[in-house]
């Protein structure tokens, strides 16, 4: 799976530019493993460095950046990696759990 197709990533805002909204920034993509309970919720990208801003939920929920990249390097068991839920509507990052 292409993790973040270009017409995807233009639906994006860039970096810095929800900082305002804060918990009301919406979270416009979410990323997941399949076989753990980590999730990332994108509300910014910058193209030119891959990474995004957003929550992240796993071991605790916080705000923080990361890198597609990255997410596109890990691999689980079986082989199994990161995905995109196809079926995600943007919210609010205070919804994001």
């Given at each position: 799976?292409?993790l ?8 994006l ?11 009301n920034?919406l979270?416009t ?6 076989w753990?309970n980590?999730?990332w919720y ?10 995004c801003?957003?929550?992240?939920v796993?071991?605790e929920r ?7 990249e990255e997410?596109?390097g890990i691999?689980?068991p ?7 839920d196809?079926y995600?509507?943007p919210k609010p ?5």
């Amino acid at each position: 799976m292409d993790l973040l197709p270009q017409e995807i990533a233009q639906q994006l805002p860039p970096l810095y530019s929800q900082e305002q909204q804060g918990d009301n920034a919406l979270a416009t993509i979410k990323f997941f493993t399949p076989w753990a309970n980590w999730t990332w919720y994108a509300s910014e990208y910058d193209p030119e460095t891959g990474l995004c801003f957003g929550v992240v939920v796993g071991l605790e929920r916080e705000y923080g950046y990361f890198s597609i990249e990255e997410l596109e390097g890990i691999k689980g068991p079986g082989g199994l990696t990161i995905e995109r839920d196809l079926y995600w509507k943007p919210k609010p990052l205070k919804e994001c759990r």
